[in-house]
Nanobody
């Protein structure tokens, strides 16, 4: 049984920082590309960032490039999302996800087969 558990969300002021963590269990974590998505009220879930199984390749949405950093620690089965220079439009529920081994991409929700329960991030202006 694969489980992904996010933590680290909360309230931040515009310009501030938060660090999200996603702890994985139940599978060989280091084998998989991992991703972060977010969903704001009334909006579709959208891609934020992804990291390859060894961490050698990272991918970001244009809206977060230069402000967010994705990383992973395979020894701890954990993926992180460091969020700096936060903006009110970053307010959303943030989800981590495991990319399916059969997927050829990383940008769409259908590329991922397991999801965490989400953690709320709220950025005040």
């Amino acid at each position: 049984q694969v489980q992904l558990v996010e933590s680290g969300g909360g309230l931040a002021q515009a310009g501030g920082s938060l660090r999200l963590s996603c702890a994985a269990s139940g599978s060989t974590f280091s084998t998989y590309t991992m991703g972060w998505f977010r969903q704001a009220p009334g909006k579709e879930r959208e891609f934020v960032a992804a990291i390859s199984w060894r961490g050698g390749s990272t991918y970001y949405a244009d809206s977060v490039k230069g402000r967010f950093t994705i990383s992973r620690d395979n020894a701890k089965n954990t993926v992180y999302l460091q969020m700096n220079s936060l903006k009110p439009e970053d307010t959303a529920v943030y989800y981590c996800a495991r990319r399916s081994l059969t997927s050829g991409g990383y940008y769409y929700t259908h590329d991922y087969d397991y999801w965490g329960q989400g953690t709320q991030v709220t950025v005040s202006s």
